[in-house]
Structure formats: structure tokens, C-alpha cells
């Protein structure tokens, strides 16, 4: 993405790394928005690793709230000796945790 080596990504090297990617649906524009913490108008290193950090850490949010709600049966918002149990059997509604 860095075209021209200078360790840094600005707007439009941003949007043509974007389009190499066919599932991004995100705006150049916010992207910069979102990284650029020092607005400045590019994007250093640090400042990617912060908000692929930050990106990361959201993802496994929701994959911990994910596996959650598949033990959280009925839906309470909280885990019962029977649902923990159930979970521990490897057996869940409709199947296995094998299938």
C-alpha cells in the first residue's frame, strides 16, 4: 500500500490499497478519519498498529459474546450449572459442538 516507500500512508495510497480489496466497504475518507490520530493526513505505523489493535480487540468481543449466547440457552443474559453442563457434555441443541 505504501507506493512510494516513505512509511507512511496517505489518502490516496489508502484508497488504492482499499480497492485491492474487494470485500472493503469502508471510505477512504473514514478510514483516515479513524487511524489518523494525529491528523495530520497520513497514516504511520504506530498508528495502524493502534487501530488494528483496537479492531482486533472488538472482534474478540464479539466472539466471546458469540460463544456466550450459544451456552446462554435461554437467552438471560447469564450462564446456568445446567447450561454449563450442557456445554461441558458437547452436546447443544439440534446437535453436537462436533457438528
Known amino acids: 500500500?505504501?507506493?512510494n516507500g516513505d512509511g507512511v500512508l496517505d489518502r490516496e495510497e489508502l484508497a488504492a490499497g482499499l480497492k485491492n480489496w474487494e470485500s472493503a466497504?469502508?471510505?477512504p475518507?473514514?478510514?483516515l478519519?479513524?487511524?489518523d490520530t494525529d491528523?495530520?493526513?497520513k497514516i504511520q505505523y504506530s498508528e495502524f498498529l493502534?487501530?488494528?489493535r483496537a479492531l482486533r480487540e472488538s472482534l474478540t468481543?464479539?466472539?466471546l459474546?458469540?460463544?456466550f449466547d450459544m451456552i446462554d440457552l435461554d437467552a438471560d443474559g447469564f450462564l446456568s450449572v445446567s447450561e454449563l453442563r450442557t456445554m461441558l457434555s458437547g452436546s447443544v441443541p439440534g446437535g453436537s459442538l462436533a457438528d
Open 25 to 27: 466497504s469502508v471510505e
Open 39 to 41: 491528523r495530520d493526513g
Open 29 to 31: 475518507a473514514q478510514l
Open 61 to 63: 468481543d464479539q466472539m
Open 65 to 67: 459474546q458469540m460463544a
Open 33 to 35: 478519519a479513524v487511524l
Open 50 to 52: 493502534s487501530g488494528t
Open 1 to 3: 500500500m505504501d507506493r
